[in-house]
């Protein structure tokens, strides 16, 4: 019994709005500049987080009501949301270490 490869599978995809690091990279040393740039780098995260956890909720109620042909298609998305969530939360929670060290420095 030969099992045929999996094709047309790019787990990445849905992913392109949450990997903004060439913008982020090229900011410049003003803090207003900066400032804007990682709002909206973190703006295009939440956003690509979105359309990841919007696939998936829309391939799981194709699975329930049995109208999902590929059942892989609902697992590799649902894997794709859960990463992402982690990744946001991740990020989030070094974000607010981030600020409460600075709060804590004295002036």
Not at 14 to 41: C, H, I, K, R, V
Not at 47 to 69: F, K, R
Not at 85 to 95: F, G, K
């Amino acid at each position: 019994m030969a099992i045929s490869p999996v094709t047309g599978v790019n787990p990445a995809a849905n992913l392109t709005a949450m990997t903004p690091l060439e913008s982020a990279a090229g900011t410049s040393a003003t803090g207003a500049t900066s400032g804007t740039d990682a709002g909206n780098m973190f703006t295009r995260m939440l956003d690509g987080l979105g359309q990841v956890q919007n696939n998936a909720d829309s391939l799981a109620q194709q699975a329930a009501t049995g109208s999902l042909q590929d059942v892989q298609n609902y697992t590799i998305a649902a894997t794709q949301a859960s990463l992402a969530t982690d990744l946001t939360v991740a990020i989030r929670n070094r974000a607010v270490d981030a600020f409460n060290e600075i709060m804590r420095m004295q002036i």
